[in-house]
């Protein structure tokens, strides 16, 4: 069993930078690959950025590449999302999310490969 919650959303600048994190409870965590999604309103959740458990592979989606940059640090059972260069469409509820998938299949992209979810961090990207 694993607890996700998500914290470091809030109002940014166009322009600007956030730093989310998800800390994680119950002692599984090292084993699992990580991922970040999003739900701007009324839109369908969307993949953002995952991690494999040793960090050795991450993959993100095109809208954020080379802008976001997904971590993890086992010992403190954490995943954090570095945001730069935000934009308004990066407007969005982050939701963090563990998950037994290998990141580099398809799978990584879908909702179901995750079994554990967070309840979301808000972020809003507005002059």
């Known amino acids: 069993q694993v607890q996700l919650v998500e914290s470091g959303g809030g109002l940014v600048q166009p322009g600007g930078s956030l730093r989310l994190s998800c800390a994680a409870s119950?002692?599984?965590?090292?084993?699992?690959?990580m991922a970040w999604f999003r739900q701007a309103p009324g839109k369908e959740r969307e993949f953002v950025a995952a991690i494999s458990w040793s960090s050795d592979y991450t993959y993100y989606a095109d809208s954020v590449k080379g802008r976001f940059t997904i971590s993890r640090d086992n010992a403190k059972s954490a995943v954090y999302l570095q945001m730069n260069s935000l934009k308004p469409e990066d407007t969005a509820a982050y939701h963090c999310?563990?998950?037994?998938?290998?990141?580099?299949?398809?799978?990584?992209?879908?909702?179901?490969?995750?079994?554990?979810w967070g309840q979301g961090t808000r972020v809003t990207v507005s002059s």
């Open positions: 119950g002692r599984t965590f090292s084993s699992y690959t």
């Open positions: 999310a563990a998950g037994r998938v290998i990141v580099t299949t398809i799978q990584v992209l879908l909702e179901a490969s995750y079994d554990y």
